[in-house]
């Protein structure tokens, strides 16, 4: 399974950007998937996190401002980003949970390559 995230930008705080993540690969079941952000000399952090029938949770750093969605067709996540703030800089990637079945059942998951988002004041 491969991971592309696209939509990472510079906005001021206040505004808004989506992210999207699209997931490929044949003969894989994409199951949850999510978000993670970090910055330089931190360790990455959960974002937000959707499963394959759309439950959805999120860091308390971000509720009421972020809203995750995906589209199952698509196997594509979003991230919708209000109210952005400047600690919300960070490079943010996408994560999947995926299986497959080649004899047994097997589970993996893949990162995409990572967006820069830059909220400035």
């Known amino acids: 399974v491969q991971l592309q995230a696209s939509g990472g930008g510079l906005v001021q705080a206040g505004g808004s950007l989506r992210l999207s993540c699209a997931a490929s690969?044949?003969?894989?079941?994409?199951?949850?998937m999510g978000w993670y952000r970090q910055v330089p000399g931190k360790e990455r952090e959960l974002v937000a996190h959707?499963?394959?029938?759309?439950?959805?949770n999120y860091s308390e750093f971000v509720k009421g401002r972020f809203t995750i969605s995906r589209d199952n067709a698509k196997n594509t996540v979003y991230l919708q980003m209000d109210k952005l703030k400047t600690e919300d800089t960070a490079v943010y990637y996408c994560?999947?949970?995926?299986?497959?079945?080649?004899?047994?059942?097997?589970?993996?998951?893949?990162w995409g390559r990572g967006t820069q988002v830059t909220v400035s004041s």
């Open positions: 690969g044949v003969m894989y079941t994409i199951n949850g």
């Open positions: 994560r999947a949970d995926y299986s497959w079945i080649f004899g047994t059942l097997s589970y993996s998951d893949a």
């Open positions: 959707i499963t394959s029938d759309g439950r959805s």
